[in-house]
């Protein structure tokens, strides 16, 4: 696609040197007028029983579809979720893990990971251990259970040596809230057992929005932790709990702006072509990478990743700057970076404005 037809589907480009799409994402006008459309839609006809319902469910199939096309995977294999976060609260809950078992994480895990793990921990009583992001493959014991982990981190942007998790005998569950959109991510070739992501973020939908990939043999084992209508098999005969088959068991509900708006933004990565879109964000974070590493700044060690952080004595100062100048970064609580998000409709002026009011 081209690079200028792109960017301009996100008007909020042309004000401003838009580099945060690893909170969340910019907003693609034909997103914001299908959620508007459908808003219109709900106004005037009403929510009206079977035909609404049934509209809901439509919309729903088709993102299942178009997320698992993203993927490379089944659609039965995708559960519309509502956040990373509860991608990985589903998993924590749904597995049956306890005393004796342990769960491998790293030193630069989100708290979307960290509290869900947590949680299960207090309830379960597992171990939870923790290693440097980077050994994560060498720390596997004879315990582990489960490796849960981010795709790729959001601190400095490494990716995570996924095959060499794979290999071994745990599950492996991960965090994909800097992964989906951003970098290639086919659970497949991953090897990954559970695949957690965010639709806010690099496939520029609605905040709320999510989806999560899960292997099938353990979608077909694993109970739903928060049953609902659309997840049963036979809403029907509720009390029987009797869970829809494949990954839509953990579906997290309906809403029509929601879906609306997702099938547009994620529709129009897929346009672009979703290589082209990897490809150009991976590309334009490198040539920031180095260019800022070039005048003197300290970049954080990364991959093959659209997340570029650097090390600063005032984080929150240096935000609050570039912001001032209509450049929109993030700082990292704790972890003295700041971190800039660069997508497929990033241009270089972005970049070039950025170094340069960065280095100072
Ligand atoms: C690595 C990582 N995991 C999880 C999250 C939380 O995402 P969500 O708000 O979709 O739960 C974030 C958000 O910044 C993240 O960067």
Not at 269 to 287: F, I, K, M, N, Y
Request: hydrophobic fraction near 40%; aromatic fraction near 6%.
């Amino acid at each position: 696609m081209d690079a200028d037809a792109f960017r301009a589907e996100f008007p909020v480009c042309a004000r401003i040197a838009f580099l945060n799409a690893g909170s969340d994402g910019p907003v693609p006008t034909r997103g914001a007028e299908a959620a508007v459309r459908q808003v219109e839609h709900e106004l005037h006809e009403g929510r009206a029983g079977r035909p609404h319902f049934e509209r809901l469910l439509g919309m729903a199939g088709k993102l299942r579809e178009q997320l698992a096309g993203l993927m490379a995977c089944s659609p039965e294999d995708v559960a519309l979720t509502r956040s990373t976060t509860d991608g990985v609260s589903t998993v924590m809950s749904a597995l049956r893990l306890g005393p004796g078992d342990e769960v491998l994480t790293s030193d630069e895990e989100h708290p979307g990971l960290l509290a869900p793990l947590e949680a299960a921990r207090r309830r379960r009583g597992f171990h939870v251990r923790i290693a440097p992001f980077a050994e994560l493959a060498d720390a596997i014991g004879p315990r582990t259970r489960l490796v849960a982990c981010s795709h790729v981190s959001w601190v400095g942007g490494r990716v995570v040596d996924a095959a060499a998790l794979a290999a071994s005998d745990a599950m492996v569950l991960l965090d994909g809230a800097q992964g989906l959109g951003a970098v290639p991510t086919n659970p497949h070739e991953l090897g990954c057992d559970f695949y957690a992501a965010s639709g806010q973020k690099w496939l520029c939908g609605p905040d709320g929005s999510g989806c999560l990939y899960v292997r099938r043999h353990l979608a077909d084992e694993l109970d739903p932790p928060w049953p609902n209508y659309g997840s049963l098999a036979d809403p029907s005969r509720p009390s029987d709990l009797d869970p829809h088959p494949g990954a839509r068991r953990f579906d997290m509900g309906l809403s029509g702006p929601l879906f609306a708006w997702s099938l547009e933004s994620v529709g129009l990565l897929a346009d672009a072509g979703l290589d082209w879109v990897h490809e150009r964000g991976t590309g334009l974070a490198a040539r920031l990478a180095d260019a800022l590493a070039e005048r003197g700044l300290t970049v954080s060690p990364r991959g093959r990743s659209t997340l570029v952080s650097w090390s600063s004595s005032d984080p929150e100062g240096d935000m609050a700057g570039l912001a001032a100048n209509g450049i929109v970064v993030r700082y990292l609580p704790g972890r003295g970076l700041v971190r800039a998000s660069v997508g497929a409709w990033s241009n270089e002026e972005d970049l070039d404005r950025l170094v340069a009011a960065a280095v100072r």
